[in-house]
């Protein structure tokens, strides 16, 4: 036959079967995985760009560079010539004076490429609703935060003065989308036009500046520009992406980019037990036509390129179909939840497309080959003697060459190893188990069989009569659960950790400067106005001077000679005990036993991890700290990891109980006001005139929308992995159906009646989805106590409740699935179908 | 006559298969020769071992021991792809189940033989083979939509379609009714003289088989020749 022939008898014998129906299930479970599979990517990969696009508002671009001095032209000319785009912030600590007050305040001056991501948000009048801009002020205006109004009794539309300039304070500044982890810092914000800034004369050489340099664009090519510019950076010069800014946001978004990754691969794997059980069905029905062509002088190499066109132009429909099916579901799920999702999402690309194709092929041949090769081997005398069938190919080919193959998929798609091997290891147990479960099971079904009831044992006889076939199903079964069940379970604990991570009544409000004496009439009045006030915080002032008695700049590195902490008051407190969300990693907390050294009558500190490293503190070092006019020491007792992101008061430095008592003591305070109640702010300054109110709500819920559209993409994929499960299981109910319906027909033929019939399926694929189940549970503990803590860090346990509801779900589900798809059996002709024989 | 002027000759054909672990003697030194032109029926009980030696003498399948040759080819010796060379040249085959392939025409299964030797007429060639067995006006349809004696006159239609030196028939009226199983039958014989093909047909209809110009017998696996008056 030449190449010609070959491919018009294919394309003919396909065009044939499928009008036939006789492809339908084949291509069905060919289009669901690709079409789930092209759903879950186009969404994942749109929602992920938005979402990183989102995230990186936190820190105003995909990348930022911070100097403690002006950065040298070619740094941002080499940005350009990547194609970023830029935004230049340039802050500094300044007075400000309106009349004869004067306050300490945190300038920022801005260019016109700001914000590079997200908005900045305002309002016109105190604590009233907010506006988003994509612009920072004109020059002229000033948008600065509500206390400055407060601490120097402005009124929205006043001048003050700045350096030699006078501003109008048009606006009150509700929202940078840049402030990143430090929302909340002693010294209020003023944000004006970088154009205003030099007349302001206040920047002289030697001044204590911080430029912050933005940049955005392609992922690529932020990347390339941050592999060029880390070599090139200057003592004091850091850049730092999302991750290094918002661990905790990061780790959301990486944690639900292996999950998506998960369910993409759980849709793999559901496409692989589908196309596997589907090929094998394909492949038995062509073993007449294969003998025959052999018998009229086919080649065996004819008959293989026969058929892998066939499987290519399938394979192509299949990717085709799928493609287009999969663009239309996410498409139509993005539009469900536009209103969780920022205007513009991230458009969707062709290649996710033609990976689809691609995947379509690479799934379809890969695991149907082996079926497919041994059409190439059916005996030619078969057309004598319809008994003979092909060798069977060797088992480590067909399964060794699966596994390799699926394990390829995954690595390439995931990325992760460890999900890979872990994902394998289920699988292979679900396997193995199954093998040596089934092995037993029907052994002793035999045995029992014959005191069984009539109504449940033809349909259990079946089961111990076709045990490969059965066994080959249950198998399909147990790892579509497995798979399921994978997915389930960690989608339900990822959620459940994000939402537990930020409660719906986190503190969205912090007061400072609470004064000693206003503590009690403080806490009664937040009582009055119904709000949750929680604890008050004790807070010191105070410098870090020196270290095991010298200057502290003599201890760090040239890099860290800039450090913040060490130009700059800190914050410090006491504790009795370890606050929430610190974790000790080096030493002991003064109330877990003997410190030995000088005992706990002198003051102790507990310093936070990443100071401590940058500052190079250890563990029994001695600090000096100065407060006011006051020098004192502590020893390092501990060193403390801190959860940042957790929206309480967080501190670098906590000392023990009474080490803080000679030194003038501030309290502070956080609470939750729903956004409704933002008016009872305005009545709390009044009655507290020195306090100081930090609006984080913002912040929360900029922060809070990540997480919804997060766990919003794990619900929506879940979706379609089940939609995958159900394919696989009818692809595999289909898959025996032929024999079933010469069997069903001979039964009616020799006078069963249907009822009996029924009975006898439902006990069978009744049967079968309990044994399905009960592995699923066992391959999904196996795989979910691998993945909680190497992938996802969660605590693992292992889920008693699956291993009774599941296995009963799954009996009836399978149950139903399979007498509902094997009505044919009951309606089909006993006479056509003992004809087709 | 000479021995060239056998277009089929077996010599010392067994084959046994294994039955567990035990050996199960199907032939046993089977030796026929068949001259170019002659037809020959082999008949015998079931399970005598008929059509495995009509499948060993196509080339079909390889014997335990001997040696066979088809049209001056000692097929014994080929490769499977050799021997499926040799089937596509020179041999028909007519089945007793017709052995139309279901998801084709009449007219697509007649041209496949012809489509497998790359044959560019293979389209009129098959026309006029279905016209031949009277099925011209059926040419579109699916075995199916033809009944039991129509899809065995496609059947012959095909196998004749590619004038084979032999026709191979494994009981060609076994699933026919008397009446349309003597139509076939005339046809058959009438094409086969028409194409001066060799037939070799198994059949267990022994007045099908009277109509051949040799009988073998095969009974346990030895193949033996009625002497005829």
Redesign the interface.
Known sequence: MSPGQQLRFAARQLAREWKAGELSVLLLALVVAISSHTAISYFTERISATMTASANDVIGGDLVLSSGRAVAPQVLDRAADLGLSRAHAVQFPSVINAGDEILLVGVKAVDDGYPLKGSVKTAAELYGPTRAVAAGPAAGEAWVEARVFHELQLAPGDPFELGSSRFTASRILAFEPDRGRNFYSFTPRVLINAGDLGATGILQPGSRVRHRHMFAGAPQAVAEYRAWLEPRLQPGQRVHGLGEERPGVANALDKARQYMGLASLVALLLAAVAIAASGRHYSERHYDTSALLRCMGCKQRDILVIYLAQLLLLAVAGGVIGGALGYLAQAGLLAAIAGLLPDTIAPAQWSTFGAGLVLAVVVLIGFTLPSVVRLKSVPPQRVLRSDLTPLPASAWLVFGGAAALVAAMMWYYTGNLTMTLGMMAGTAAVLAVTGVLLGALFVLLDKLLPGMPVKIRAGLRNLVRRRRQAASQTMAFGLTIMAMLVVVFIRTELVGTWQRSIPDDAPNHFVLNIQKNDNAAYAQYLSRQGIDGGLLYPVVRGRLTRLNGAPMIAHVSKEERHNESLRRDLNLTWSRELPPDNEIIAGRWWDSGPLGGEGESQALVSVEAELAEDLNINLGDRLTLFTGEQEWHAQVANIRSVRWDNFKPNFYLVFSPGALDRLPVTWINSFHLDAADKRKLAGLVKRFPSITVLEMDAILNQVTGIISQVTLAAEAILAFVLAAGVVVTLAAIAASMDERLREGALLRTLGAERMLLRRSQWSEFAGMGLVSGLLGVLGAEVVNALLYQRVFELDYAPTWWAWLVVPVVSAVLIGWTGVTSSRRVLRHSPAAALRRG | MSSSDNIIEAAGVSKTVEVGARPLHILTEVGVSIQRGESIAIVGVSGSGK?TL??LL?G??LPSGGVIRVAGNRITDMN??QR??????H?G?V?QSF?L????TAL?NVM??L????RADAGDAARAALARVGLEARAIHYPRQLSGGEQQRAALARAFVSVPDILFA?EPTGNLDNQTGQRVADLLFAMNDENHTTLVMVTHNLGLADRCRRVFTMDNGNLSEQLRA
């Open positions: 059509s009509l499948g196509a079909l399948d499977e792809d499926a060379e040799v089937r596509a040249r041999v085959f089945f052995q392939m279901p998801n084709l697509e496949l033989p489509e497998i030797l790359n494994d």
